[in-house]
Every structure is written in structure tokens, then in C-alpha cells.
T-cell receptor, first 113, second 110 residues
């Protein structure tokens, strides 16, 4: 399995505060992704990156920003957390375009109160 | 647009065979993936189809018909540990991004 870790694993935060989730991979994968998973919706893409400093928006990007300053790290920031952002967040990574599957981190359960 | 459909829940008996269907309508296609996800855990890769036909991997097989926008995952000799959600995902034309279906929660009963 690819070495991909997320931190923190659990977080409770207050509405209106900024929150940053971290994803770290040791596989030198070019592509990295942030998804959120909610009941009835499955995994929805928030943002993705196709290289250092190269990022783009996914399906549900409003209220989120990302940064990728190094190949191994992909940060997701909730600029001002809202209760609708309570979710489980998964990071994933994939090798070159010819690479097949994406590998997932263990997830971060975020609760906004 | 992107639309992937799967049944929400299925139940089967230990030792039996179950087929989980997935239909898709997406703006691009470069492969159909199946992932398994146990409750509270990360999705893990099961199978991949890019051409029409059946791919077999042990107790699991996956089928694809691109003309019909249809795939299924076949699980044989069901075990209790197969109780999980099964996610169908389509990879886009550029081979970079994945669109996931809502997942099918499978319960295997003794």
C-alpha cells in the first residue's frame, strides 16, 4: 500500500474558525486529491493537484482552499468553517497519468459546532 | 454532466454470490474502478476495467460494457468480512480524476 497519512484524524472546531488538514505521502506520487464523504453522496472531489504549485477545483470547492509546496504534502484549508463542512475528509494520491488506482489516506473526521 | 448510480444497500448470505451493479453517464471515460470500504476505514482498490469484458481476481470479478455505460462487481463465496461498502468510480479522459458513485452497502448474513 502507498504510504499516505492524514492529520489530524479527528477534529472538533467552532463555526467561523479556520482549519487546516494535512496529507502526507511518501510515494513521490504526482497527483493528489481531497475528497469529502457524506451519507448519500459518496466521495466528492474538493480540490486536486497535478504537481507542486499546480492545483485545480473539484466539484465542491466553495469554502475550501489548498496548497502544495512540496510533492509529498497537500494541505486543505477551510477558510471559515461552517456546520455544512462537518464531514469525513479523505486524501488520495496517484502516480503518473498511466498509473491506475488512487490510494487513500485513513480519513479525517471533522465536526464543526 | 457526471452521474453514477448504484443500489444503496444489498443483503446476501454467507457462501452465496452477489452482483453489485453500477451504471454511469459521464462526459469522459478512461477506466472503471471498484473500491471496498469498511466502516470507518479508507477505501481500498479492488479492480479496474478499461476494456469491455470480465476481469477476474480471486473471489472478485468485475465486468464492463462501455456501450451500455454499465459495470458490475461479482463477489463469490461470500464471507462475513465482505460486509462493507463498494464504491464504483469512473476515471476521466485525461486519466487524472475520479468520479465516485454513492456506494453500495453490502451486509453478509450468517
Amino acid at each position: 500500500d502507498a504510504g499516505i497519512t492524514q492529520s489530524p484524524r479527528h477534529k472538533v472546531t467552532e463555526t467561523g474558525t479556520p482549519v487546516t488538514l494535512r496529507c502526507h505521502q511518501t510515494e513521490n506520487h504526482r497527483y493528489m486529491y481531497w475528497y469529502r464523504q457524506d451519507p448519500g453522496h459518496g466521495l466528492r472531489l474538493i480540490h486536486y493537484s497535478y504537481g507542486v504549485k499546480d492545483t485545480d477545483k473539484g466539484e465542491v470547492s466553495d469554502g475550501y482552499s489548498v496548497s502544495r509546496s512540496k510533492t509529498e504534502d497537500f494541505l486543505l484549508t477551510l477558510e471559515s468553517a461552517t456546520s455544512s463542512q462537518t464531514s469525513v475528509y479523505f486524501c488520495a494520491s496517484k502516480g503518473e497519468p498511466g498509473g491506475t488506482e488512487a490510494f487513500f489516506g485513513q480519513g479525517t473526521r471533522l465536526t464543526v459546532v | 454532466g457526471q452521474n453514477i448510480d448504484q443500489p444503496t444497500e444489498m443483503t446476501a448470505t454467507e457462501g452465496a454470490i452477489v452482483q453489485i451493479n453500477c451504471t454511469y453517464q459521464t462526459s469522459g471515460f478512461n477506466g472503471l474502478f471498484w473500491y471496498q470500504q469498511h466502516a470507518g476505514e479508507a477505501p481500498t482498490f479492488l479492480s479496474y476495467n478499461v476494456l469491455d469484458g470480465l476481469e477476474e481476481k480471486g473471489r472478485f470479478s468485475s465486468f464492463l460494457s462501455r456501450s451500455k455505460g454499465y459495470s458490475y462487481l461479482l463477489l463469490k463465496e461470500l464471507q462475513m468480512k465482505d460486509s462493507a461498502s463498494y464504491l464504483c468510480a469512473v476515471r476521466d479522459n485525461y486519466g487524472q480524476n475520479f468520479v465516485f458513485g454513492p456506494g453500495t452497502r453490502l451486509s453478509v448474513l450468517p
